[in-house]
C-alpha cells in the first residue's frame, strides 16, 4: 500500500486528479470505478477543469460506479445517480452509454447485481477504482463484516452509515438502509486502486486500514492485499498512524528513485 500525506484537502483532490488524468492520457479506452460522497467531489471538479480546458477528453472511457441506494430511482435527487451526473457527468464528454451504476429501482436487484458484474467482465475489468472511506472502514457499502471476497451484492447499512449520510436527505424524506455495492472482491480486481481520506473523522478508520490487522471489522483493510493501491490522506485524516514518519520517508525515497529512473 503506498501511502501518501498531503497538506489539506485540497492537496489530496489535486493527487488524486492528476493520477486520473494520467491514466485517460495514457489509456484513452480506460474503464474508471467511481465513487459517490463528499470526498470524490473535489476531485471531479478538477477532472471537469481539465476537460474544459481541452485536456482531457472522456469520450472512450468507461465508468463504474461502486454502489447505490436499492429503491432510489435514477431521477431521485439522493440517488448515487443522480449525484454522479451533477458532480461530473453532465460536465464532460462521456457517452452516457458508457456509465454505470448499480440499478436500485430494479425489479430483481439479485439479478441485477449479477449482471453488474458481468458488464464489468465485459469491459475487460476496472483498470482504475476510486474509493472514499467510511468512519467505520467501509469502501464502497461493504460496511464492517463485509465477506473479503464478497462480490456485488444487497448490504444493509449500519446506523452509523445512515446517520452519516442523513445529511443529504430532508428530515421527513425516505432514507434506504439497503444498498447494491460491489463486493471487496470486486474491488480488489481493479488493476489500480486509489483511496481518498480526508479529516479527522476519518483518522481512526485510516490507521485500521493501514496499520490494523487484515480483518472484515475493518473492510478497507482488504487493500493490504492489492497490488497497486494508493492511499492519499491529509494530515488530518494521517493523524492517528503510528509510523507517519517512516511513511512520509517512504514516498521521499520512491520520488528520488523514479526521478533516477527519469520517470518522474
Ligand atoms: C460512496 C461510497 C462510500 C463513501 C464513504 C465516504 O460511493 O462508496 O464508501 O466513499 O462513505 O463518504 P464521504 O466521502 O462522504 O465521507
Known amino acids: 500500500m503506498q501511502v501518501v500525506i498531503k497538506a489539506d484537502a485540497a492537496a489530496v483532490a489535486e493527487y488524486g486528479a492528476a493520477i486520473f488524468i494520467k491514466q485517460i492520457t495514457q489509456q484513452p479506452k480506460s474503464v474508471l470505478g467511481l465513487a459517490t460522497g463528499s470526498t470524490p467531489v473535489a476531485l471531479y471538479q478538477q477532472l471537469i477543469s481539465a476537460y474544459q480546458a481541452g485536456k482531457l477528453?472522456?469520450?472512450?472511457?468507461?465508468?463504474?460506479?461502486?454502489?447505490e441506494y436499492l429503491g432510489l430511482a435514477a431521477e431521485h435527487p439522493q440517488s448515487?445517480?443522480?449525484?454522479?451526473?451533477?458532480?461530473?457527468?453532465?460536465?464532460?464528454?462521456?457517452n452516457p452509454d458508457n456509465t454505470?451504476?448499480?440499478?436500485?429501482?430494479?425489479?430483481?436487484?439479485?439479478?441485477a447485481c449479477q449482471d453488474y458484474e458481468q458488464h464489468i467482465l465485459d469491459a475487460g475489468g476496472i483498470?482504475?477504482?476510486?474509493?472514499?472511506?467510511?468512519?467505520?472502514?467501509?469502501i464502497g457499502f461493504n460496511e464492517p463484516s463485509s465477506g473479503l471476497r464478497s462480490r456485488t451484492r444487497i448490504k444493509t447499512l449500519t446506523k452509523e452509515t445512515i446517520a452519516d449520510n442523513a445529511r443529504f436527505f430532508k428530515a421527513d424524506e425516505y432514507q434506504p438502509h439497503l444498498s447494491i455495492t460491489m463486493g471487496i472482491g470486486t474491488i480488489l480486481d481493479a488493476r489500480k486502486v486509489v483511496l481518498l481520506a480526508t479529516g479527522t473523522s476519518k483518522?481512526?478508520?485510516v490507521k485500521?486500514?493501514?496499520?490494523?490487522p487484515l480483518s472484515a471489522s475493518c473492510p478497507a483493510s482488504a487493500l493490504q492485499l492489492h497490488q497497486h493501491a494508493v492511499v492519499v490522506l491529509d494530515e488530518a485524516a494521517a493523524s492517528e498512524l503510528n509510523d507517519i514518519e517512516f511513511y512520509r520517508h517512504i514516498e521521499q525515497e520512491n520520488q528520488m528513485l523514479l526521478q533516477r529512473l527519469g520517470r518522474a
Not at 80 to 94: A, E, G, K, S, V
Request: proline share 3%; charged share 15%.
Open 57 to 67: 477528453s472522456f469520450s472512450q472511457v468507461k465508468t463504474f460506479n461502486l454502489d
Open 80 to 94: 448515487y445517480r443522480y449525484f454522479m451526473q451533477q458532480q461530473l457527468f453532465n460536465h464532460i464528454d462521456i
Open 100 to 111: 454505470a451504476v448499480p440499478a436500485g429501482s430494479a425489479t430483481d436487484p439479485l439479478t
Open 127 to 138: 483498470d482504475l477504482q476510486l474509493l472514499g472511506l467510511g468512519r467505520n472502514g467501509h
Open 203 to 205: 483518522a481512526a478508520a
Open 208 to 212: 485500521a486500514m493501514i496499520e490494523g
